[in-house]
């Protein structure tokens, strides 16, 4: 039985970092175990020029804690205004890793986002151009589509369509919550990859709803059903390069997920690692891990892989706190409903 694995550094290929106190609070729960992260830039305002996203790198520079070595692969945020050579210049000097769509007002401080898919057509052919992924959303907003229907969707309505139009373009989508994700992320070609979070590896509606509402396990996209749970969990671990970490990490306060109108987000940056090796356990692909989670992210992104390793080891159960302390106030760590062996070597 294997009791230690040792994988090259991870990459978080979605993650949320927010700004100010609370970036400095979730900062080191990613630097502790990840080299480098896709920061989502639904800031607010949104990050959507060059130099918006320079000055938000030189912000999570400074708040990084002392002796991490952690890159932020920063994201601009694609909306109806964005200029076409803003775009360029960013990637041509390496600022930019990537352009994330927002279906205007399908998630957290989306507003800003795309309404009318032809006005962002001439960013998007620039992007085909010159190999710049698009990180996308993956839900339709109209309200008259069901919420736990909207990823599949968008698929035919928009994804489809948007790619169709534009051939060439390398297309991440991302947090893939159903089946129907899963096989359009595989018959999409080397320009097509998904990311998978770990909470939707570990919860299925089921959690969020039956037997009292469990705010700290909303997200968007919802968790679907157990079959979906199940496609997601054979996807991570079956070893297809098409598919990687993405955590979707994305941390609010207490206040505002135990609330009235509740935030979407999941805060798994403390503990995703456990978490991940106890899954892959379960389903016999240890071995399988460090692709997931190391190796086919830098390959889409075109990157290196990390040449530092870490080690994870199973031992006893692990005492993580149940939630983290930052100036913006509490944030809860999800709770994967099982205790967790492996820990991640300081
Ligand atoms: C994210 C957030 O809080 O910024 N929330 C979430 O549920 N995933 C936004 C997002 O990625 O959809
Ligand atoms: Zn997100």
Redesign the pocket.
């Known amino acids: 039985m294997t009791q230690s694995l040792t994988l090259r550094r991870p990459d978080d290929w ?1 993650l ?1 970092l927010r700004d100010g106190a609370m970036l400095e609070g979730v900062l080191p729960e990613t630097t502790r175990h990840f080299a480098r992260a896709i920061v ?1 830039p ?1 800031l607010v305002p949104p990050v959507v020029t060059a130099a918006e996203a320079q000055a938000y790198r030189d912000r999570i520079l400074k708040a990084l804690p002392a002796g991490a070595r952690f890159e932020p692969l920063m994201v601009l945020y694609l909306t109806e205004t964005t200029d076409p050579a803003d775009v360029r210049a960013a990637a041509a000097s390496g600022l930019v890793t990537a352009v994330k769509l ?1 279906p205007a007002g ?5 507003a800003s986002g795309v309404r009318d898919f032809d006005r962002v057509r001439g960013v998007l052919e620039t992007m085909a151009e010159i190999g710049l992924p698009l990180c996308v ?1 993956g839900e339709v907003t109209d309200p008259a589509v069901d919420i736990f229907d909207r990823e599949a969707v968008f698929l035919d309505r928009v994804l489809d369509p948007i790619r169709r139009a534009t051939p060439g373009l390398r297309v991440v989508l ?2 893939v919550t159903t089946r129907e994700g899963l096989d359009y992320v595989r018959g999409g070609g080397p320009d097509m990859a998904g990311t998978l ?1 770990t909470h939707h590896l570990i919860i299925n509606r089921n959690h969020i709803l039956a037997g009292g509402i469990r705010p700290h396990y ?4 919802v968790a679907k059903r157990e079959t979906h749970r199940l496609a997601l969990r054979a996807a991570a671990t079956g070893g297809e390069a098409c598919f990687f970490l993405g955590t ?1 990490s ?3 306060v207490d206040a505002a997920k135990e609330s009235g109108c509740g ?4 805060f798994t940056a403390t503990n995703t690692l456990p978490i991940l090796a106890h899954v892959f356990e379960e389903e016999g692909a240890l071995d399988r891990l460090e692709g997931f989670v190391s190796l086919h992210g830098p390959a889409f992104y075109r990157l290196p892989p990390n040449e530092e390793r870490i080690t994870l080891r199973k031992g006893e159960a692990l005492a993580l706190p149940a939630r983290i302390e930052t100036g913006a106030g509490p944030v809860t760590v999800f709770d994967p409903g099982f205790p967790l062996l492996w820990h991640v070597e300081p």
């Open positions: 979605h949320h989502m639904n927002y399908a998630t957290t401080n989306s959303h991302e947090h979070t909303y997200c968007l996209p979707d994305a941390p609010h935030c979407a987000g999941c």
